[in-house]
């Protein structure tokens, strides 16, 4: 697609309740990324993919979040009993290559835990 | 202390003025740095992107960054409404570009 894509837009999930975050990335790029965006804040690193290899988690706030890219594009991130700390905006992200390219931004899936 | 600081504003100016946006950082591993834009309910857009120290020029944008005082600039000449929006920071030391960011400006340009 022309861009980084991301669904749901907004959820309100019940604490408690698992959810999934979908994202697909520009055809072709290799790297990955998720962060997570508190209101006024900017946004946080979670996890880094490069094709369909998880690199780095160490941005995974707690056991309850988890990602995958099993196929080296669309990637998912699940978040499992979510709690009320978890509201925040999911950002996905991807470039062409793994060092010193733009990073493109999807618009984001607003999370509320109610 | 956060490894990247930037004042959160809200930042109102008239429009046509310069604006000054800066941020200071604490990790001297960081090599490249860049400023966002971030519409509401946006994601994040690329505006600048540089390497190490100096000036980088494109438009009306200018960044500008000292590795020395480890403290980073962008600057708006001309600034429009359209350039309302928050601005972040952000930098890495290179690799696979884990990307470490401040927290935003907010900018106001009032018509």
């Known amino acids: 697609g022309a861009g980084v894509s991301q669904s749901p837009r907004y959820k309100v999930a019940k604490r408690g309740q698992d959810v999934a975050l979908r994202c697909d990335p520009i055809s072709g790029h290799v790297s990955l990324f998720w962060y997570q965006q508190a209101l006024g804040q900017g946004p946080e690193f979670l996890t880094y993919?490069?094709?369909?290899?998880?690199?780095?988690k160490s941005g995974l706030p707690s056991d309850r979040f988890f990602a995958e890219r099993p196929e080296g594009s669309v990637s998912t991130l699940k978040i499992q009993r979510t709690q009320q700390e978890d509201s925040a905006v999911y950002l996905c992200?991807?470039?062409?290559?793994?060092?010193?390219?733009?990073?493109?931004f999807g618009e984001g899936s607003w999370l509320t835990v109610v | 202390q956060k490894e990247v600081e930037q004042d959160p504003g809200p930042l109102s100016v008239p429009e046509g003025a310069i604006v000054s946006l800066n941020c200071t950082y604490s990790?001297?591993?960081?090599?490249?740095f860049m400023w966002y834009r971030q519409y509401s309910r946006k994601g994040p857009e690329l505006l600048m992107y540089?390497?190490?120290?100096g000036n980088k020029e494109d438009g009306r944008f200018t960044a500008q960054v000292d590795k020395s005082s480890k403290y980073i600039s962008l600057f708006i000449r001309d600034s429009q409404p359209s350039d309302s929006a928050t601005y972040l920071c952000a930098m890495t030391a290179g690799g696979y570009q884990k990307v470490t960011f401040g927290t935003g400006t907010k900018l106001q340009v009032i018509p």
């Open positions: 992200a991807s470039s062409l290559g793994t060092v010193r390219n733009t990073i493109y």
């Open positions: 990790n001297s591993a960081f090599q490249y």
């Open positions: 540089t390497y190490s120290s």
């Open positions: 993919f490069q094709n369909e290899a998880q690199l780095d």
